[in-house]
């Protein structure tokens, strides 16, 4: 009698039905089949989207596998399973704010080249290592399709670019006459 009062004390202060409660505690620790198989498909299907996909994707995704799921549920389903959406970031680049003048293109798409240090191709990219971005630069010998000349910094600027092509010049023995293109971005 001791708990039916207790119980029916508490229902009447949150303003709910004795047996609504008494319904959602029957309910706990009840395994679903189906719900537990849908709740494995979606799980995989957000690990195959390599953890991006949110709800609205993943009940796209079991909906068009012949499943009666809608994005609430996809939600649930996530929250049960303990996996969340997760979105990466875009890069933003900063600029130098200094516009470059711009040489005139003398290669003209000519990338067949006769001779080893007769053109060189350099250009900028980035990489995510842990939480930040390094910056590589890298010069390449068309002739050779090989790298000649790298550098790796936090910051990217014509410093980074001047170390990749001092290093290629000093390996390739200060070669004379040799045309190099970049994509004149700002470095």
């Known amino acids: 009698m001791g708990e039916q009062y207790g119980v029916n004390k508490c229902c009447r202060v949150l303003g709910i039905g004795r ?33 991006s996909a949110g709800s609205r994707t993943l009940a796209k995704e079991l909906q068009a596998n012949g499943h009666r ?6 939600r649930s389903l996530m929250r049960e399973a303990g996996i969340a959406s997760r979105q990466r970031r875009r890069h933003k680049y900063k600029s130098s704010g200094v516009e470059a003048l711009v040489a005139p293109h003398v290669l003209k798409r000519q990338f067949e080249v006769t001779a080893i240090n007769q053109v060189w191709c350099g250009d900028v990219t980035y990489i995510k290592v842990g939480k930040r971005w390094l910056y590589f630069a890298a ?34 023995g200060r070669p004379k006459d040799v045309l190099f293109h970049s994509d004149q971005g700002c470095q």
């Open 19 to 51: 047996s609504s409660f008494y319904a959602w505690r029957q309910r706990q620790g009840r395994v679903r089949p189906e719900r537990e198989k849908l709740k494995a498909l979606l799980v995989k299907h957000h690990k195959a989207s390599r953890a």
């Open 69 to 74: 799921v809608g994005r609430y549920m996809a």
């Open 139 to 172: 010069v390449l010998d068309l002739f050779a399709r090989r790298i000649v000349g790298w550098s790796f910094s936090m910051i990217s600027d014509a410093t980074l670019t001047c170390e990749a092509l001092r290093m290629a010049v000093e390996l390739r």
